[in-house]
């Protein structure tokens, strides 16, 4: 059983920044895409990045371009999106998820999507408050 961890979540002031990490005990994330999802309360998750495996393209949702940026750490194992100039809305559960391929997917209206089997971690909460 595959089972990602994220950390690095917290309470954060609008404005601030934080970097969440992605990681898997005993499995090798090097090959596959991961992405990066958030549920706010009340609301359906949202794909917010996505990075490839061996190129490491990355993407972003229109709410967050600019703002977070996606990287990978193979020696790591570790996955990390740095959050800056964190906003109220960004307040969410966010979520990492191994893709089954190495290329990020997404649906037709261009958000990044995740294969029915990936592999999720359990969330951790990042709240964005004055």
């Known amino acids: 059983q595959v089972q990602l961890v994220e950390s690095g979540g917290g309470l954060v002031q609008p404005g601030g920044s934080l970097r969440l990490s992605c990681t898997a005990p005993?499995?090798?994330?090097?090959?596959?895409?991961i992405g990066w999802f958030r549920q706010a309360a009340g609301k359906e998750r949202e794909g917010v990045s996505c990075i490839s495996s061996f190129d490491g393209i990355t993407t972003y949702a229109d709410s967050v371009k600019g703002r977070f940026t996606a990287s990978r750490d193979n020696a790591k194992n570790t996955i990390y999106l740095q959050m800056n100039n964190l906003k109220f809305e960004d307040t969410a559960v966010y979520y990492c998820?191994?893709?089954?391929?190495?290329?990020?997917?997404?649906?037709?209206?261009?958000?990044?999507?995740?294969?029915?089997?990936?592999?999720w971690g359990q969330g951790t909460q990042v709240t964005v408050a004055s």
């Open positions: 005993g499995f090798n994330l090097d090959y596959y895409a």
């Open positions: 998820a191994t893709d089954t391929l190495s290329n990020c997917r997404y649906s037709s209206k261009n958000a990044v999507v995740m294969a029915p089997d990936a592999h």
